[in-house]
């Protein structure tokens, strides 16, 4: 019975999809077990791994199908589905983190896939060595290998349960955690003028050459995603990427990029303060004194449109953003914390002030700008700081679309258009950003907790924690709160 039912899942399959055979001699038929190789009776089978390719354009409901099946097929399936992503440290040891460790990476692989998904880990940055100093001790394990764990679980869009991850659960994944503190921009060695190593952009380069071996060869597509700090290290390397990829005689495969969080405002601080730490220094100056300390490297596109030492603009989206060749889908929360945090904004459980309401309110309006012209964006009008490897990336919405679904839908666009010149699919948005001008304006905000009592709160009370007045506005338009919010976020 289970052979008759695979058999006709497999006809399911279209053209070379199906596969998925193991066989010795003239007899095939399906086996359980190692994927690259087996043995009956003694003698080897030859193995194929099954192609998904075909139908990754139309997954909606395939993907949770096909896993219900392997379950009922083989009931242990659900325990022994590999979920873990297992460390690997680079081989090449002279790309190496901050104190000298091997970098390394995470691989989860997925036989069956021709998509590739490889996440750069973010985490702020130190600008001197002082401030690395300091950063050593207290957040060791974004400088140093030492103490990683031997496998990890993704989850967002790393995750391989369609589930959770309904349109990518099925690629190859891998994560590179982040231990050079340069936002991915460096390739300095050690030095005796200087006590830590800063090889960010060099460790993207050695994990894409490894996973050359393992699978990225034969690759259709590759997406080079990342947050915060990841988020702006997309942008500064996707384009390194896909040219280091024609260049190793791989020009076949699609790059693409998918910037989480890092797509920052080089705008006046709310409050200025004196430059001690990344915390405190001015986006501008933080990155000025950190490309020089790191020796940082910026697209050399990027880098024709500014005067010589003027390189450091190429680390702001909006500006990298248009030199970019290859195409790239931003996320960003118009109120992203870690923004406010370097402007000087600290909403400490204290209502805000006047001039800091203005500040916030601005600030959303100068990002919906320079996310004009961005062809793939999805903008919440959210108080957050990073989504796509939440657990709850799927819930939040832009008029009414989640970020998976914008996702897939631009997956689909450039499906079509590299296959015949299609003009993008119809209900099928791109281009999302809340037309709402206030934090958490749009219902399906993350939740967020009053930082002196910890209590959670609503979207309600938490406009009226920063000064606006929803009950009241409200009842003066005749309507209930929720309506008013969500007339608010469809931008009526």
Same mark, same amino acid.
């Given at each position: 019975m289970r052979l008759v039912l695979l058999l006709l899942f497999l006809n399911l399959l279209p053209g070379e999809g199906r596969k998925s055979w193991r066989r010795r001699g003239q007899q095939s038929q399906p086996m359980a077990g190692d994927p690259e190789r087996s043995e009956v009776a003694g003698q080897p089978v030859e193995s194929f791994p099954l192609d998904f390719t075909a139908v990754e354009g139309n997954m909606d409901s395939f993907m949770a199908q096909i896993k219900s099946l392997a379950q009922s097929l083989y009931p242990c399936s659900a325990q022994a589905l590999e979920r873990d992503m297992r460390l690997h440290l680079l081989r +090449?040891?002279?790309? /190496?983190?901050? $104190?000298?460790?091997?970098?390394?990476?995470y691989l989860k692989e997925s036989k069956g896939s021709k998509r590739w998904l490889v996440f750069l880990e973010?985490?702020?940055?130190?600008?001197?060595?002082? +401030?690395c100093d300091a950063r050593y001790e207290t957040m060791r394990r974004l400088?140093?290998?030492?103490?990683?764990?031997?496998?990890?679980? &993704?989850?967002?869009?790393l995750s391989s349960q369609p589930e959770e991850n309904p349109h990518w659960w099925n690629a190859n994944m891998v994560f590179i955690p982040y231990c050079s503190s340069d936002?991915?921009?460096?390739?300095?060695?050690?030095? $005796?003028?200087? $006590?830590?190593?800063?090889?960010? !952009? !060099?460790?993207?380069?050695? /994990? /894409?050459?490894?996973?050359l071996g393992k699978g990225l060869d034969t690759a259709k597509v590759l997406l080079l995603a990342g947050s915060s700090a990841g988020g702006t290290g997309v942008l500064l390397n996707v384009d390194r990427v896909a040219e280091q990829l024609e260049d190793m005689g791989f020009p076949a495969i699609q790059v693409r990029g998918l910037s989480d969080s890092g797509w920052f405002l080089d705008n006046k601080q709310y409050r200025r303060t004196d430059c001690i730490d990344t915390i405190t220094c001015a986006p501008t100056e933080a990155i000025r004194k950190g490309i020089r300390y790191w020796n940082g490297l910026v697209p050399e596109r990027c880098k024709q449109q500014f005067e010589q030492g003027e390189e450091w603009n190429c680390f702001f989206g909006y500006k990298i953003y248009p030199t970019l060749r290859c195409p790239v889908f931003v996320v960003q929360w118009l109120f992203d914390e870690a923004q406010l945090t370097v402007d000087n904004v600290h909403l400490t459980g204290q209502p805000v002030q006047e001039g800091q309401w203005l500040y916030i309110q601005n600030l959303g309006h100068e990002l919906r700008s320079t996310l004009k012209h961005v062809a793939a964006s999805f903008a919440p009008a959210c108080l957050s700081h990073e989504i796509i490897t939440r657990s709850h990336w799927m819930d939040i919405q832009v008029k009414g679309t989640s970020l998976p679904r914008a996702l897939h839908c631009w997956d689909r666009s450039l499906h079509e258009s590299s296959k015949n010149g299609k003009s993008p699919l119809k209900g099928c948005p791109l281009h999302l950003i809340d037309s709402c001008p206030w934090p958490h304006c749009n219902p399906s905000c993350p939740t967020i907790r009053d930082q002196l009592s910890g209590q959670e709160m609503n979207v309600i009370q938490f406009l009226m924690h920063m000064g606006f007045d929803v009950q009241k506005m409200a009842q003066q338009q &005749?309507?209930?709160?929720?309506?008013? !919010?969500?007339?608010?976020?469809s931008g009526s």
């Amino acid at each position: 019975m289970r052979l008759v039912l695979l058999l006709l899942f497999l006809n399911l399959l279209p053209g070379e999809g199906r596969k998925s055979w193991r066989r010795r001699g003239q007899q095939s038929q399906p086996m359980a077990g190692d994927p690259e190789r087996s043995e009956v009776a003694g003698q080897p089978v030859e193995s194929f791994p099954l192609d998904f390719t075909a139908v990754e354009g139309n997954m909606d409901s395939f993907m949770a199908q096909i896993k219900s099946l392997a379950q009922s097929l083989y009931p242990c399936s659900a325990q022994a589905l590999e979920r873990d992503m297992r460390l690997h440290l680079l081989r +090449n040891n002279s790309v /190496v983190c901050n $104190d000298g460790s091997p970098a390394g990476y995470y691989l989860k692989e997925s036989k069956g896939s021709k998509r590739w998904l490889v996440f750069l880990e973010g985490g702020w940055y130190c600008i001197n060595k002082e +401030n690395c100093d300091a950063r050593y001790e207290t957040m060791r394990r974004l400088m140093s290998s030492k103490e990683w764990p031997s496998s990890r679980i &993704g989850t967002g869009i790393l995750s391989s349960q369609p589930e959770e991850n309904p349109h990518w659960w099925n690629a190859n994944m891998v994560f590179i955690p982040y231990c050079s503190s340069d936002v991915w921009s460096g390739a300095s060695p050690m030095s $005796d003028k200087n $006590d830590y190593a800063f090889m960010g !952009l !060099l460790i993207i380069q050695e /994990v /894409v050459k490894e996973l050359l071996g393992k699978g990225l060869d034969t690759a259709k597509v590759l997406l080079l995603a990342g947050s915060s700090a990841g988020g702006t290290g997309v942008l500064l390397n996707v384009d390194r990427v896909a040219e280091q990829l024609e260049d190793m005689g791989f020009p076949a495969i699609q790059v693409r990029g998918l910037s989480d969080s890092g797509w920052f405002l080089d705008n006046k601080q709310y409050r200025r303060t004196d430059c001690i730490d990344t915390i405190t220094c001015a986006p501008t100056e933080a990155i000025r004194k950190g490309i020089r300390y790191w020796n940082g490297l910026v697209p050399e596109r990027c880098k024709q449109q500014f005067e010589q030492g003027e390189e450091w603009n190429c680390f702001f989206g909006y500006k990298i953003y248009p030199t970019l060749r290859c195409p790239v889908f931003v996320v960003q929360w118009l109120f992203d914390e870690a923004q406010l945090t370097v402007d000087n904004v600290h909403l400490t459980g204290q209502p805000v002030q006047e001039g800091q309401w203005l500040y916030i309110q601005n600030l959303g309006h100068e990002l919906r700008s320079t996310l004009k012209h961005v062809a793939a964006s999805f903008a919440p009008a959210c108080l957050s700081h990073e989504i796509i490897t939440r657990s709850h990336w799927m819930d939040i919405q832009v008029k009414g679309t989640s970020l998976p679904r914008a996702l897939h839908c631009w997956d689909r666009s450039l499906h079509e258009s590299s296959k015949n010149g299609k003009s993008p699919l119809k209900g099928c948005p791109l281009h999302l950003i809340d037309s709402c001008p206030w934090p958490h304006c749009n219902p399906s905000c993350p939740t967020i907790r009053d930082q002196l009592s910890g209590q959670e709160m609503n979207v309600i009370q938490f406009l009226m924690h920063m000064g606006f007045d929803v009950q009241k506005m409200a009842q003066q338009q &005749g309507l209930e709160p929720t309506k008013l !919010l969500g007339m608010l976020n469809s931008g009526s």
